[in-house]
């Protein structure tokens, strides 16, 4: 920098001579940079003839054929990252949108909070649904991107292998003129040594003819015929082989070498070009995706409206209001009082009151109602049944056994229990044990006044519509119809019915009563209630309506072990043993995609009753996983149930199969939409 500062201030000396400063850090600069630039204009010249003296080698042509091996390899790598990661955006997004949509059905149901809440959960779920709807088309941007690197690799590899044996022939050519050449020159030399031994006169062992021995005159004469011959085709084989190689190195070569390099160019600038597209794609995505979260202050949408970002959309709930909106949306079903309530007794009750003061609880009007009649009194001695019977410290059942009646003598028809109906939240509940001690131990106690029917409230009423008898036909007897044991094929010819009625109504019961039972498929049923309803199939399916619980004893486990009992007793089974091994394969294929597409091709070669049936089952299936939170029945849980009883156990001796099997079943559920439609 002193140097620089006294220049200046000696320019500045000279004042008038119009010299400007000079700059000597920015001369050292160029200087610098021109030598940088020498450098690499020489190392450029170097390079290029290195890589010119390579292309015009022998090996030049194989040099390229691995090079371009290499990228359209490189393209196919690139490829199937893209189909992976499109498969698995399109995944997301379709399982983001099916959310979606469940939680808007979820929000309009009425038991969901409404007012506010709902408002911004709706609006929640559009926000999810617009960047589930970006995922899905850049999943198909990916699936485009894969597809035109598969379309360019393929071509380059057409192009490679029509220009290798367009080259490797030209080479060849060169190469089997220059071995007729060595050879040529072999015997040349070998039959000129021959006559200079001979021209010399060296002695040699005598040569015969067919007309004696030669004499070496004639030796000679003949080896020097023989040179010349030997020597023309030499220099023949000489200029083919020149012309050859001339022709190679001047047309042939860099043509080939030209053509190869323009396929590397070309694949390699068409994955480049795929690349920075996904690099774009990806920016796109997550750009939509932060603006559709968190909009820009100067954004609209289509409606000329400001966007609002998922913050202030949750910041918009508000718990007071819609608690307050709630409680006043009730206001018109309050029922406005008449006046205080007041206690009026009946004018034919009062002589009534007057007798008897009124009891002080259940218990005792119920001992007051039994002690009030002739004979009551002294029932405990009567009967011996009775002794240790305490009427106060008895606890009262739910209900109360009609004492006496028109059919209280009747002993011989024994009354039905009645069990109390399940719902579809859980599994059938155990009735409470019903209390006909007394009648059935007092057949002859005159115990028949009207008064004595104790009734209860409607709620509590015992007197049930009684369970329907279930069809009884004698287990010796043949079947009527039978349905186990039959091919679906038979059952279609004679029912008409691609799903047979037995799969239908069990998958009806399950899907009504028993999406929520924990275990279903797991546990077993009753022995004799599978009996029985097997029974009943096997004679007049026409009789079974699952839509009743009381029509399979209130016991789903044992709807869903006849099920799987149907498909066990098949005799070929549902996915048929002409098709088992081809299911095995596919369940050995890693990869996902691939094992999905395989199974989905076999699944389609099924006979039509199969198919049909499989895919009723299978979609009942994908509703029960659905329901795994209550019923602890996921998709590999369903699958080692179904796995043997679908694919059938006898089928090979080979254990390891059973594993194979469970794969089966479960890729098929794990895809249950994109092998079966839902309609």
Known sequence: MASRDSIERSSSEFGGSGVPPL???TRATDSVAGLDGVDRKSSTTDSSAIFDNVLRSDIGLSTLLARLKQSIGSARDFAAFLRKRSALEEEHAQGLKKLCRTTHDTTRRPESRQGSY????????????????????????????????????????????????????????????????????????????????????????????????????????????????????????VQTAQGLRRELVSTSRPQTAQALQQLIKECDSGLTLQMQKFASFNEKLLLSNGLRVSPLKSQSDTTGTQPRSLRDVVYEVNNERDLRDYVTSRAPRVHQRQGEVQYEPHHSLQSAQQAFPPPTNRQTSIQTLVQSFPGSSDLHSQNPHMQGINLHQSPVPSYVPVIGGPNANDHDSPKQPTFSSSTASGPPQVPPPQFSAAQSQFPSTPLNPPSMLVQLPHSQSPMQKPMPQIGIYPAEMPPLRPVFGVSLEDLFNRDGSAVPMVVYQCLQAVDLFGLEVEGIYRLSGTASHIGKLRTIFDNDASQADFRNPENFFHDVNSV??????????????????????????????????ARRDSLHATINNLPDPNYATLRALTLHLHRVQEHSPANRMNAGNLAICFGPTLMGTNNTGNIADAGWQVRVIDTILQNTYQIFDDD
């Open 23 to 25: 700059d000597v850090e």
């Open 560 to 593: 869903a072990g006849l099920l799987k009992q149907f498909f066990r007793d098949l005799p070929n089974p549902l996915l048929t043993r002409e098709h088992y091994q081809g299911f095995i394969e596919a369940a050995r294929i890693d990869d996902d995609v």
């Open 118 to 237: 709902s408002r911004s959960f709706d609006e929640i779920t559009q926000i999810h649904d617009s960047m589930a709807d970006n995922g899905i088309q850049f999943a198909l941007s990916l699936h485009q991107m894969h597809e035109d690197l598969q379309e360019l690799a393929t071509d380059k590899e057409r192009g490679r292998k029509q220009w290798k044996q367009t080259g490797l022939s030209a080479e060849k050519r060169v190469q089997d003129s220059e071995a007729a050449m060595e050879k040529a020159k072999t015997k040349y030399n070998s039959l000129s040594e021959d006559y200079d031994r001979a021209r010399t006169g060296d002695k040699q062992t005598g040569r015969f003819g067919l007309k004696g021995p030669k004499s070496a005159a004639q030796v000679e004469e003949d080896l020097h015929r023989k040179v010349q011959a030997a020597d023309t085709d030499y220099a023949s084989k």
